[in-house]
C-alpha cells in the first residue's frame, strides 16, 4: 500500500511538472522568433540610417528615439532588460526585405503603414506609434509659405523607396505642376543635396523634416510649410506568420500607451500595484494573468513601464524636449484631444 | 575504359553537386516564401508604377508600367556607360601615349594623374565630385553663362536646344560626306598598291565631312536655330532655367567621376601596349624611311592594339557595372529605378533583383562579345 502511494505520488508529480511545463511553454513553442530571442538573448531590431527623435544613435552607439523605444519595450517584457536590443540600421529599401528574410525581428522604422504593404508582401503591421503626414520644406528666403505658391519646374528632392514618392506624385499631378523628382537612397543624402540648394523643396513625413532641420547648417533658415498632404500612421511591423510575436509586440507598445492614460510612469510603477483602480493593478502586474499569454510572466507590462516609460515620457524624452516636435498634434491621448487610442489590457 | 569512367565520375559529381545546391536554394526560397504570403510572379511588370522619375530619354511618368520605368533605368544606364566609355577611351589614351611622352612635365603630371585617380575608392570620387563640386556651383540666378549660351549650375548644366528645319537633308549631307570618304579611301589605298603614290586622304575627308553639310545648308534650306536658356523665377530666392536642354548635375558628376576613374586603368593598358612592341619595330619602321606617324599608325599601333584590348575590354565592363553607384547620387539609373524603387513599391525583390542582375549580365556579354570581335578583326592575319 505504502509502496503504491509512493508510485502514486510521483506520478501525479510527474504529470504535474509535465503539465506546467506545456501550459508555460505553449506560446513560447508556438512561437518560433519569441523562443529564438529568448535563445539568442537579444530582440533583433531595425531601425532607421538616424532620424532624430525616432531612431538615431549617438556618438558611443547608443540607440534613442520612440521607435528605438518599442525595441526596448519588447526586450523588457520578453527577456527583461530593455538593453538587450540589437540595432541594425537600415535604408528604406532594405527594410522589409531584412524582416521577411529573418535577419530582423521588428522594424521599428517610422515606416507607414498602407493596404498593400500589410496585405502583399509578408508583413504584418502591429499599431501606429506615431501619426504623421507628409509635408514640404523650403528655404526661408524663397518667400514661399504655401503649397499654392510651387510653380512648373520645382525641383524636389526626396527618398527612394518610400511613400512619400508616391504621395508627391499624386499632390503634383492633382495641382497641375510640372516638378522635378531628385530621389536618393540615404536621408543623409537627400539633406546635404537639399542643402546644398540642389533643390528647392525637401519633402517627406513632417516628423522627419522637423527632426532633419535639426541636422542643416542653419536650420532658422528653413521652414516646413503648413500643408499635409498625406496620412502616414508610423507603426512597428513584424513577419507575417508569428502571431504570438506579433501580439507581444502590439501589446509592448499598447502597454506604453495605455500606462500613459492611466497615469503610470517609470516612476511611480512600483506604487501603483496598491492603486484601487483594477485596470492599473492588471497594467503593472498586480492582478489578472495577462502575461500568460503570450508565454510571458506577470510582470512583463511593469518592466516596460519600469525600464522604458510610457508613451508620454518617451515623447518628451525623445521628441518635444529635443525640439524636434513640441506640439504632440494628433499623438496626443483621446482623452486629451488627440487620436492616440488603444484597445484595453484585459 | 577504366580511364574514360575516372574521367566522367568528377565531372558527373559537380555537375549533380551545382544542380543540388541551385535546387535547394530555389526550394528553400519557395518554401520561405510561401510561409510568409509572399507571391512569385513577374505580372507586376504591367502594372502602373505611379512614380516619377528625375530623368528619362523615353516618354515617361507615373501613369505609365513598370516595365517601361525598367526600361528607363536601363536606358539612363547605358547612357551614362556610352558617355563614360567614350570619354574615359579618350582620355586614357592621351594620358597612357603622355606617359611615354620623353617631356618630363607631361610624363610626370600623366603618371600623377594615374596614381592619384586609380587609387581613391570610385565611390568617394563620386561624392566628392556630387556633393564638393556641387556645393561650390552657383545658384541658376548667380550664374555667368559661358559663351553666352550655357549655364553651369547647382541645378544642371543648361545648353541650347538645336531647333532644325529641314533636318533630313542635313541627315543625308553627312551621310554622303561618309560614303564619299569612304570611297577615297578605298581608292587611295588602290593607287597607293598600284602606283606607290600617296594622296592625302585625311585633309580630304575632313574637307568633305565640312564641306557637304555647309552645303546643304547653303543650298539645301536646312536652318539650325537655337533655343537659349531663359531664367525663370519659381519663388524670391529660386529660380530655373527653361528652354533649352539641361542635363542634370548626378548625370554630370557620375560620368565625369567613372570617366577619371577608368582613363587611368585604360591608360596604363595602352602604356603596356605600346611598351610591349619590340624596340627593334619601331627602328626598323624608321630604317626605311617611314616618318614618326607612319611609324605608330602602320607599326607600332598595329601591334600594341591586340595588347591593348582585351585588358581594355575588361576596363570597359567595370565601368559599365560601376555605374550602378549611381544610386547614391540620385541617378535614376537602373538600380535607382528598378531595383530601388520599384523593388519597394512592390515588394518583389526576389523577381527584380533577377532580372536586374540578368541585364547587367546581357549588358556586360554584349560589350565582351563586340569588344572580341574587334579584338579577332585586328589579331594577326596568318598567311
Not at chain 1, 538616424?50 to 531612431?55: D, Q, R, T, V, Y
Not at chain 2, 502594372?47 to 505609365?64: A, C, K, N, R
Not at chain 2, 528598378?338 to 542582375?357: C, H, N, P, R, W
Request: aromatic share 10%.
Amino acid at each position: 500500500m505504502f509502496k503504491y502511494l509512493k508510485q502514486l505520488t510521483s506520478l501525479v508529480a510527474m504529470v504535474a511538472v509535465l503539465f506546467t511545463f506545456t501550459t508555460e511553454s505553449m506560446a513560447a513553442k508556438k512561437s518560433k522568433t519569441l523562443k529564438n530571442t529568448q535563445k539568442k538573448g537579444f530582440v533583433r531590431c531595425g531601425v532607421s540610417q538616424g532620424l532624430p527623435g525616432f531612431s538615431n544613435a549617438d556618438a558611443a552607439g547608443n540607440w534613442t528615439g520612440v521607435d528605438v523605444d518599442v525595441c526596448r519595450a519588447v526586450a523588457a517584457a520578453v527577456l527583461g532588460d530593455a538593453n538587450k536590443v540589437k540595432f541594425t540600421p537600415l535604408s528604406a529599401k532594405e527594410r522589409f526585405t531584412a524582416l521577411t528574410s529573418g535577419e530582423i525581428d521588428i522594424l521599428s522604422r517610422n515606416t507607414t503603414w498602407t493596404l498593400s504593404r500589410d496585405a502583399d508582401i509578408g508583413l504584418t503591421f502591429v499599431g501606429v506609434n506615431f501619426y504623421d503626414g507628409q509635408g514640404f520644406m523650403v528655404r526661408k528666403s524663397s518667400g514661399i509659405t504655401s503649397t499654392g505658391q510651387f510653380k512648373d519646374g520645382i525641383s524636389a528632392c526626396t527618398n527612394i523607396g518610400t511613400t512619400t514618392e508616391l504621395n508627391m506624385r499624386d499632390f503634383f499631378n492633382s495641382k497641375g505642376i510640372k516638378y522635378e523628382p531628385v530621389a536618393f537612397e540615404k536621408a543623409d543624402e537627400v539633406v546635404a543635396a537639399y542643402d546644398a540648394g540642389r533643390c528647392d523643396t525637401y519633402t517627406t513625413d513632417k516628423s522627419g523634416l522637423a527632426a532633419q532641420r535639426t541636422k542643416m547648417k542653419n536650420p532658422d533658415e528653413h521652414i516646413v510649410l503648413p500643408e499635409t498632404i498625406s496620412k502616414e500612421p508610423l507603426g512597428p511591423v513584424v513577419r507575417q506568420g508569428d502571431a504570438v510575436w506579433e501580439d507581444i509586440v502590439r501589446w509592448s507598445l499598447n502597454t506604453m500607451i495605455e500606462a500613459e492614460e492611466y497615469g503610470i510612469t517609470s516612476a511611480n510603477a512600483d506604487m501603483m500595484k496598491t492603486s484601487d483602480n483594477p485596470a492599473i493593478k492588471r497594467l503593472v502586474g498586480a492582478e489578472g494573468e495577462l502575461g500568460a499569454a503570450f508565454g510571458l510572466d506577470n510582470d512583463w507590462s511593469l518592466r516596460i513601464i519600469k525600464q522604458v516609460g510610457n508613451y508620454g515620457e518617451s515623447y518628451k524624452r525623445n521628441i518635444a524636449d529635443t525640439g524636434i516636435l513640441p506640439d504632440r498634434g494628433p499623438n496626443q491621448l483621446w482623452t486629451k484631444g488627440g487620436i492616440l487610442y488603444v484597445p484595453p489590457a484585459r | 575504359m577504366n580511364l574514360k569512367l575516372k574521367d566522367i565520375v568528377p565531372q558527373l559529381i559537380t555537375v549533380i553537386a551545382v544542380v543540388l545546391i541551385f535546387g535547394f536554394f530555389t526550394y528553400n526560397a519557395q518554401i520561405n516564401m510561401e510561409n510568409r504570403g509572399i507571391d512569385f510572379g513577374y505580372g507586376f511588370l504591367s502594372q502602373e508604377s505611379s512614380f516619377d522619375v528625375q530623368f528619362s530619354l523615353i516618354e515617361y511618368d507615373g501613369s505609365h508600367s513598370y516595365f517601361r520605368a525598367y526600361l528607363v533605368g536601363l536606358l539612363n544606364t547605358i547612357l551614362v556607360s556610352v558617355i563614360g566609355i567614350i570619354i574615359a577611351t579618350i582620355l586614357g589614351v592621351i594620358v597612357g601615349v603622355a606617359r611615354l611622352s620623353p617631356n618630363y612635365l607631361i610624363n610626370k603630371f600623366a603618371a600623377f594623374y594615374v596614381e592619384f585617380f586609380r587609387n581613391i575608392p570610385l565611390l568617394l570620387q563620386i561624392f566628392f565630385w556630387y556633393f564638393a563640386a556641387l556645393r561650390a556651383l552657383p545658384l541658376p540666378q548667380d550664374a555667368e553663362a559661358i559663351f553666352g549660351v550655357f549655364f553651369l549650375t547647382i541645378k544642371g548644366l543648361y545648353v541650347p536646344a538645336f531647333i532644325w528645319q529641314n533636318s533630313h537633308i542635313f541627315f543625308y549631307s553627312i551621310v554622303a560626306a561618309i560614303i564619299a570618304i569612304t570611297v577615297i579611301r578605298i581608292h587611295a589605298k588602290k593607287v597607293q598598291e598600284n602606283q606607290g603614290k600617296q594622296i592625302p586622304v585625311f585633309l580630304i575627308s575632313i574637307g568633305l565631312i565640312f564641306i557637304l553639310p555647309l552645303l546643304s545648308f547653303l543650298i539645301g534650306g536646312v536652318r539650325l536655330s537655337f533655343e537659349v536658356p531663359v531664367l525663370k523665377q519659381l519663388a524670391t530666392t529660386s529660380f530655373i532655367y527653361e528652354g533649352g536642354v539641361s542635363l542634370p548635375p548626378e548625370l554630370i558628376a557620375l560620368t565625369l567621376s567613372l570617366s577619371l576613374y577608368t582613363a587611368t586603368f585604360i591608360a596604363e593598358c595602352v602604356r603596356a601596349g605600346i611598351q610591349g612592341v619590340g624596340k627593334g619595330q619601331k627602328e626598323a619602321a624608321a630604317s626605311i624611311g617611314l616618318t614618326p606617324n607612319q611609324v605608330l599608325k602602320l607599326v607600332i599601333m598595329p601591334q600594341a592594339l591586340r595588347i591593348i584590348i582585351p585588358p581594355t575590354t575588361n576596363q570597359y565592363l567595370n565601368l559599365t557595372k560601376n555605374s550602378s553607384l549611381a544610386a547614391a547620387i540620385a541617378y535614376p539609373d537602373l538600380v535607382l529605378v528598378f531595383a530601388g524603387t520599384a523593388l519597394m513599391q512592390t515588394g518583389k525583390a526576389i523577381e527584380i533583383v533577377s532580372i536586374t542582375m540578368f541585364t547587367y549580365l546581357t549588358l556586360s556579354i554584349s560589350i565582351s562579345i563586340l569588344m572580341n570581335w574587334y579584338n579577332k578583326k585586328i589579331a594577326i592575319q596568318e598567311k
